[in-house]
Nanobody, 123 residues
Framework: QVQLVESGGGLVQPGGSLRLSCAASGRIFSINRTGWYRQAPGKERELVGTISSGGSTNYADSVKGRFTISRDNAKNTVYLQMNSLKPEDTAVYYC?????????????????WGQGTQVTVSS
């Protein structure tokens, strides 16, 4: 099957930067739309931004101008570059992707979530 693994989270001071990675493993045929989401304690999960297979991006207003999503198709990896971090960016960050993978001689479509990575912005 397919597995998404996020990495790169941690503790950072306000104004600092982090880069999260979302790597897909398995017999990948293609990775289509990928989204980054976050969930803060006591709040609902919210969309941070998305990137299409062609590289088009969209962002939530709260992160526009500070966060950038990119992808490396050769590595089956999507990145979330976070700059000018604020305490309100503290959350568990998840990636979600529409993945096509080989299953025998077939190509199967599957929507996959990663396990999440904690980002804490605090002085």
């Amino acid at each position: 099957q397919v597995q998404l693994v996020e990495s790169g989270g941690g503790l950072v001071q306000p104004g600092g930067s982090l880069r999260l990675s979302c790597a897909a493993s398995g017999r990948i045929f293609s990775i289509n739309r990928t989204g980054w989401y976050r969930q803060a304690p006591g709040k609902e999960r919210e969309l941070v931004g998305t990137i299409s297979s062609g590289g088009s991006t969209n962002y939530a207003d709260s992160v526009k101008g500070r966060f950038t999503i990119s992808r490396d198709n050769a590595k089956n990896t999507v990145y979330l570059q976070m700059n000018s971090l604020k305490p309100e960016d503290t959350a568990v960050y998840y990636c979600n992707a529409d993945v096509q993978y080989y299953s025998g001689s077939y190509v199967v479509s599957y929507n996959s979530w990663g396990q999440g990575t904690q980002v804490t912005v605090s002085s």
